[in-house]
């Protein structure tokens, strides 16, 4: 399996919104409803973020928020804040875990 | 709450094998319910899925690895363990454990530490 595609990095001012694409095709994120989202800060191990699709586990602010369409799945954020700078990284699973390229989100 | 911890050597000679472990801790492994993974993360890199067990002791491996790794438990410590044979440089990586289950299915919920395994003569 490759590697989901996101882009390297995206930008955005404080309380702006942005959004993270994540590409696969219809073997992992097109074929299951199975995609999360992780945020990493350096140094640091993953954290869930969001869980099928579009699910916020219990502690995670309403402004993360998860959808998908075809074979592309995507995370949003919104009224960005500074500590939302970090790495973020989509998953899909499909038997096994495909994990995306890794998006590095700036806060300007 | 489920809390997990990576240990092991920090440095592997090329050819040999990697060995680590993850121990569990504010939770039982035997109660089921929960996937076991280890993921590593190459410097500066993303994240790859190397395999998990259940605590019956079924295993599922990344078919790009599956020839190299082993993936046990051992429910009387609250452990499972992670053997990589044959390594080189291209093994150096942070190695994260991690679990997926019950409420989450296939999403990583609870992640250890990580730990820094460099491969070097």
């Known amino acids: 399996q490759s590697a989901l595609t996101q882009p390297r990095s995206v930008s955005g001012s404080p309380g702006q919104s942005v959004t993270i694409s994540c590409t696969g095709t219809?073997?992992?994120?097109?074929?299951?409803?199975?995609v999360s989202w992780y945020q990493q800060h350096p140094g640091k191990a993953p954290k869930l973020m969001i869980y099928?699709?579009?699910k916020r586990p219990s502690g995670v602010p309403d402004r993360f928020s998860g959808s998908k369409s075809g074979n592309t799945a995507s995370l949003t954020i919104s009224g960005l804040q500074a500590e939302d700078e970090a790495d973020y990284y989509c998953s899909s699973y499909a038997g096994s875990y495909v994990f995306g390229t890794g998006t590095k989100v700036t806060v300007l | 709450q489920v809390q997990l911890q990576e240990s092991g050597p920090g440095l592997v000679k090329p050819s040999q094998t990697l060995s680590l472990t993850c121990t569990v801790s504010g939770g039982s492994i035997s109660s089921g319910g929960y996937y076991w993974s280890w993921i590593r993360q190459h410097p500066g890199k993303g994240l790859e899925w190397i395999g998990y067990?259940?605590?019956?002791?079924?295993?599922y491996y990344n078919p790009s690895l599956k020839s190299r790794v082993t993936i046990s438990v051992d429910t009387s410590k609250n452990q499972f363990s992670l053997k990589l044979s044959s390594v080189t440089a291209a093994d150096t990586a942070v190695y994260y454990c991690a679990r997926s289950g019950e409420g989450y299915l296939w999403a990583f919920d609870i992640w250890g530490q990580g730990t820094m395994v460099t491969v070097s003569s």
């Open positions: 099928d699709v579009s």
């Open positions: 067990i259940y605590y019956s002791g079924s295993t």
């Open positions: 219809s073997s992992d994120v097109g074929g299951y409803n199975y």
